[in-house]
């Protein structure tokens, strides 16, 4: 059985998207691999690590990653369960149109400066409800071009996204937490707990975690829960099991977060993506 699972979902002559499933199963960097043109990666279940050189990052749903033309890469997955991630490809001359300048390498092909920027909860939301829509056939092509070329511009906007601005070690530290938290997302962790798996002080993870991501750590992991949320909708019935299901502590609690997160209930953002 192969690792990846790609299907696509949307092509037209300015953007192609995709969705690729990978089951997660080697623990160790994969083979190097390249990207045959630039494109823009947006991880929405589970978690792996990408090794560009001596460079890392950790693909979670917070993030949009950078793959560029030619560069080569490799991936490994320390937490079990596989994962899953929208693949977005645009046409060169309308991403060089979308991307700031200080985004881009200069000359040659488009290429990013950077593999990977934290997104926001709109950002999220577009993922989810373009891929949704893609795949229950309820979007037409117009409109779903028009969801992904929104959805790359928000990406790339200097408002709506954030570019880490730590030295290598914290960034490391970070890293390993976030694969804590992603080992077990319905557990109610402490900060003691995952100060003492990444090896730290409590006080030292929080402020360390608020400078490189820009966020503070419990309202990380609760966009981690809530990404997953947008991912499970169309799989349950009751919301209020999926609600629990993540570690929320109740429905009531589950639908504030995800009102207040997406401006939108779970019950209306299901029904907005998935029905229409």
Not at 120 to 149: C, I, K, Y
Not at 239 to 268: I, K, M, V, W
């Amino acid at each position: 059985m192969s690792e990846f699972t790609v299907q696509l979902l949307l092509k037209t002559p300015i953007v192609a998207v995709r969705d690729v499933y990978c089951r997660g199963e080697c623990k160790h960097k994969s083979a190097e691999e390249c990207a045959s043109a630039s494109h823009l990666v947006f991880p929405y279940r589970g978690v792996y690590v990408r090794h560009v050189g001596s460079r890392e990052a950790v693909a979670e749903a917070s993030q949009v990653l950078f793959f560029n033309t030619g560069e080569g890469y490799q991936v490994s997955h320390p937490v079990t369960g596989g994962d899953a991630s929208l693949s977005l490809s645009v046409d060169e001359a309308i991403l060089r149109e979308l991307a700031p300048a200080d985004l881009v390498r200069e000359g040659g092909d488009l290429a990013f400066r950077h593999q990977r920027l934290r997104i926001d909860p709109r950002t999220q939301a577009l993922v989810a409800m373009l891929r949704h829509s893609l795949r229950r056939n309820v979007a037409e092509h117009l409109e779903a071009e028009s969801l992904a070329l929104t959805l790359a511009q928000r990406a790339l906007g200097p408002r709506t996204t954030h570019v880490a601005g730590a030295s290598v070690g914290r960034q490391r530290l970070v890293d390993r937490a976030k694969l804590v938290l992603a080992s077990d997302l319905s557990r109610r962790w402490t900060l003691a707990e995952i100060a003492a798996e990444v090896g730290v002080s409590p006080v030292y993870l929080t402020q360390v975690f608020q400078q490189v991501e820009g966020l503070p750590l419990y309202r990380y992991q609760l966009r981690l829960r809530l990404a997953r949320a947008l991912d499970l909708l169309g799989q349950y019935e009751d919301l209020s099991t999926l609600g629990q299901d993540l570690g929320f502590s109740s429905h009531s609690h589950f639908s504030a977060a995800f009102q207040q997160t997406y401006g939108r209930s779970p019950s209306e953002f299901r029904q907005a993506a998935l029905h229409r």
